[in-house]
């Protein structure tokens, strides 16, 4: 019976086809990386209100996978200081779209209630925007999923984790990580790191813990470590170049500076978040 | 390193503009229509590419789209869903056999899902699995149909 098609498959297959699809078909493909270009403005954008306050409370942010539960630095053996890490606000969301689990902390007992509150704020703003975006692409996910062959019955939430982790107590000094986590077919995680000078009640910067010539400390060692396995890591065009002016890190257990990347950021998917350990 | 899907997609769809396009016609039966259809479509292919799970299924899956994108351009048209149901025709609505000369009229004689049937099996060359993807319905269900359509065609040839 096929046979009998051919003659009717070689009609079909002539179809006139018209002079602009090429256009057509780029105008398509524009009108994507317009857009995705435009959404990776938007995060520029939003990380340059992150960079100003960050000017302003001298403060850093970063990356973490570990996951972490409430914990407070009066806990820590041979930790005087009064200042907690608590869990602010914690809450559930269960619908078609999206399973959240929420787990926002909170600084608690600073000296100026100013820096306490302006810190507690970035983070309730950072995690609140991220679960609303979270949310939002959940929904236009489902929908995705259903235009493009997906059945009702085989959609999957998309998961949405906030939570933190206190990485470090050391004498006047702590040092957290807030993570928020979202997983569909792909994942994607941010997390924001926070090192706190207690004594002086500010937020500290790479610079502020290494000196002026921190930059080249920090890329030279990252480079030592990257020629050593280069094949974990991306090279050239996409590989590392230098560290980033709010390059995330954070102060480990043993009082030593991690400096972390994104995932993807400079090695594939598979590398996680690359950490390196910074000598001083 | 694994190929990302949004390269994937995009080098298939430069390839194959003319496959994409004819597909795009054979529902709208409009040149400016179909054009439309193809640029919608290469646009939410690009933007979800996430949803493509096997990259070698690239060409069934932008054929879903394509398909998808031409019923809810007719719904949003206010015109009739001309892909719905296999839709029974009554005995005086066939062709006498006579008049059935030609394959061709006998396949424009059927409903327009059953053409499609013959679309994707006879014309695209679709296996019944991408039949069953295209379609949204379940490869058994695809069979059953096909072989019916098949049926009737060669009872009336």
């Known amino acids: 019976m096929k046979d009998n098609f051919e003659a009717l498959k070689k009609e079909y297959k002539n179809i006139p086809v018209p002079e602009n699809l090429n256009d057509v078909i780029n105008r398509g493909i524009n009108n994507y990386r317009k857009e995705k270009k435009r959404m990776k403005n938007k995060k520029i954008f939003k990380s340059i209100i992150a960079a100003s306050l960050l000017i302003l409370s001298s403060f850093t942010i970063g990356v973490n996978t570990s996951e972490s539960f409430a914990m407070t630095a009066e806990k820590i053996p041979g930790v005087s200081v009064l200042v907690k890490l608590v869990s602010f606000e914690s809450f559930k969301i269960e619908d078609e779209v999206v399973n959240a689990n929420v787990n926002i902390p909170a600084v608690e007992g600073f000296e100026s209630e100013t820096v306490e509150e302006q810190i507690n704020q970035e983070i309730q703003e950072k995690m609140n925007m991220h679960l609303e975006e979270g949310k939002l692409k959940a929904k236009e996910n489902k929908e995705a999923f259903i235009e493009t062959g997906g059945k009702e019955e085989d959609y999957r939430p998309m998961i949405i984790e906030i939570d933190y982790s206190l990485k470090s107590s050391i004498d006047n000094q702590i040092s957290f990580a807030v993570h928020y986590f979202e997983s569909m077919a792909s994942s994607y995680s941010k997390t924001y790191y926070y090192t706190i000078d207690l004594e002086e009640d500010k937020l500290l910067t790479l610079k502020d813990l290494l000196g002026k010539n921190y930059e080249d400390k920090i890329n030279q060692q990252i480079t030592e470590v990257l020629e050593e396995s280069p094949s974990e890591y991306f090279q050239g065009e996409m590989g590392f170049k230098g560290i980033s002016e709010n390059q995330n890190f954070y102060i480990n257990d043993a009082n030593q500076i991690v400096v972390v990347f994104d995932k993807y950021e400079i090695a594939p998917g598979s590398s996680g978040e690359p950490e390196f350990i910074i000598e001083e | ?157």
């Open chain 2, 1 to 157: 390193m694994t190929i990302e899907n949004e390269v994937v997609i995009e080098e298939f769809i430069r390839n194959h503009q003319k496959d994409l396009y004819r597909f795009a016609y054979s529902y709208t039966k409009n040149s400016n229509d179909a054009l439309d259809i193809v640029q919608e479509s290469v646009y939410k292919a690009l933007k979800y590419s996430n949803a493509l799970k096997e990259q070698d299924k690239v060409k069934t899956w932008l054929f879903t789209i394509i398909r998808n994108t031409s019923m809810t351009f007719f719904k949003k048209r206010n015109k009739e869903v001309p892909l719905s149901v296999v839709k029974e025709k009554s005995k005086a609505e066939k062709i006498s056999k006579a008049e059935r000369i030609y394959l061709k009229d006998l396949v424009q004689s059927l409903d327009e899902a059953s053409q499609e049937l013959i679309k994707l099996r006879f014309y695209e060359d679709l296996q019944f699995n991408e039949m069953a993807k295209v379609l949204s319905v379940n490869i058994n269900t695809v069979k059953t149909r096909f072989y019916k359509v098949l049926e009737e065609v060669k009872e009336n040839y």
